[in-house]
């Protein structure tokens, strides 16, 4: 499996252990708490606090703006992507179904050298299962949207510099297993907190409901999304096949409960006392 370099200055969490990273020392983690932990990847902390969210008007599209400065309680976000091992893992402790295989023919556990891929072919609902099964939850999209871009309101997670294929996957056509880059494989293209994948490769589901004017009157103080229930969850990040303007970090996407494609994965997130959103 893919090893992430660590992050100088970063705190990371992985379950209940704690690496604190100061310059290159690395403390251990209590082995104890790896063997307990059922999703043990690397989860880097969101310090709390006010950022920008979404675009000023005349910027980006109508439904990014306004744009606002929403305060966020601290939490944490899982470093990379949902990976196609640690969704197979979920699988055959739960029993859930498999997602469809883009890659070819049989069950998707069949497929070889896809371990490290982001999983996809996920609907809203196997996701939030997903994240419930690790004791974590989706992260609202204004969760998302800070881990993505930080405090600063940048275009990218990388700054406001132009795409390239160093710092992320898009605008390409599916080629097979050569469509999808392993995650964490592009640290060109990471956040201002370390976080991954946040911007092409895989579009991510998140917890809230899709509401195009939802900027107009939501929350400044941790917005959960829309009260009103609709037939549409938010999708964020872009995918390898999306446009430019599509993997902006303050983008936004949508996606019915049973959608599933080819470049639609997520993530899971958990705030500090372990709470799991029921949405």
């Not at 992430?4 to 690395?26: D, E, N, R, V």
């Not at 990847?41 to 709390?48: E, F, K, L, W, Y």
């Amino acid at each position: 499996m893919t090893r992430l370099a660590p992050y100088p200055k970063q705190k990371i969490f992985i379950g209940t252990g704690i690496l604190l990273l100061c310059a290159t020392i690395l403390l251990p983690m209590n082995s104890e708490a790896i063997e307990k932990e059922l999703d043990p990847v690397p989860m880097v902390t969101i310090p709390a606090g006010v950022f920008k969210m979404g675009n000023q008007e005349g910027e980006g599209r109508t439904d990014e703006w306004p744009q606002r400065e929403i305060y966020l309680d601290e939490f944490m976000i899982d470093q990379v992507e949902v990976t196609n091992e640690r969704y197979m893992k979920f699988v055959q402790a739960t029993g859930h179904r498999n997602p469809p295989n883009p890659y070819g023919n049989g069950p998707l556990m069949s497929a070889k050298g896809i371990e490290d891929l982001p999983v996809v072919q996920v609907t809203w609902y196997d996701s939030k299962t997903y994240c419930a099964w690790a004791k974590k939850r989706l992260p609202t999209e204004a969760e998302w949207e800070k881990a993505a871009r930080g405090t600063d309101g940048r275009k990218f997670p990388w700054g406001n510099d132009p795409a390239t294929s160093k710092r992320t996957n898009f605008d390409r056509e599916w080629s097979d297993q050569k469509t999808l880059y392993p995650v964490g494989s592009l640290p060109g293209g990471d956040s201002p907190y370390g976080v991954k994948d946040m911007s092409g490769n895989a579009r991510e589901w998140v917890s809230d409901w899709y509401d195009a004017d939802y900027y107009q009157h939501a929350s400044e103080h941790n917005p959960q999304g829309p009260d009103k229930k609709g037939i549409v969850r938010s999708i964020r990040g872009g995918s390898w096949h999306s446009p430019i303007g599509d993997i902006r970090a303050s983008a936004r996407g949508k996606g019915g409960f049973a959608l599933q494609t080819h470049g639609t994965g997520f993530r899971c997130a958990r705030g500090l006392e372990g709470e799991v959103q029921k949405k």
